[in-house]
Structures are given as structure tokens and as C-alpha cells.
């Protein structure tokens, strides 16, 4: 019966060197994904800081050219729509803001 142990616990030892072999590989993997990934997030970041900035140059862009064109009738019939537009949603602010103001001082 103790030589049965025996070989009982030679396999259990062998099972469990693979066992850790295998885990090694998998953590290995794992930390091959996790690096790639953090890059990848890395990067999406990023990019985001540049679409931000791309947003910001575009709406100076847009301000500066809406204050020239206030000023100077543009030729363009779809600049003029989107400079009507502009000032309807500008007219809407102000009188939501106005409303706004109103509530507080009422409420």
C-alpha cells in the first residue's frame, strides 16, 4: 500500500509542476494582453486630447469668422443659413437664461 502512495504522490508532483508550467504561460499571456491593451488606451487618450484641441481650433475659427461675417454680408447662401442659425440659437440662450434668472428670483 506505501508503494502505491508512492506513485500516487510522483504523479501528484508531476500534475502539479505542469499545473504551474501552464499557469506561468497564462499569466505570461495575460501580461502581454494587459501591456498591449494599456497601450492601446495610451493612444485612445490621446487621441481624444487631439480631437479636443481640433474642437477648440474650429470653434475659434467659427467665432472669428461668424464676428466677420456679422459684419460683412458673406456671398455664400449656405454661410448665411448657418449664420441665421447661429443667431436664432444665440437669441434661444439669452432667453433661457432670462428665464432662469426670472425663476430664481421668483422661486
Do not use: C, H, W
Request: charged share 40%; hydrophobic share 35%.
Amino acid at each position: 500500500m506505501s508503494e502505491r502512495r508512492e506513485i500516487d504522490k510522483d504523479e501528484a508532483v508531476e500534475q502539479l509542476k505542469d499545473f504551474y508550467k501552464k499557469a506561468k504561460g497564462f499569466t505570461k499571456d495575460v501580461g502581454v494582453q494587459i501591456t498591449k491593451q494599456a497601450g492601446i488606451q495610451k493612444k485612445n487618450i490621446e487621441l481624444l486630447r487631439l480631437k479636443d484641441k481640433l474642437a477648440v481650433s474650429y470653434r475659434e475659427l467659427g467665432e472669428k469668422s461668424f464676428s466677420y461675417f456679422k459684419k460683412n454680408v458673406p456671398a455664400d447662401a449656405d454661410i448665411k443659413k448657418l449664420i441665421k442659425g447661429i443667431k436664432a440659437q444665440n437669441t434661444a440662450v439669452r432667453s433661457m437664461k432670462a428665464k432662469i434668472s426670472r425663476q430664481k428670483k421668483t422661486g
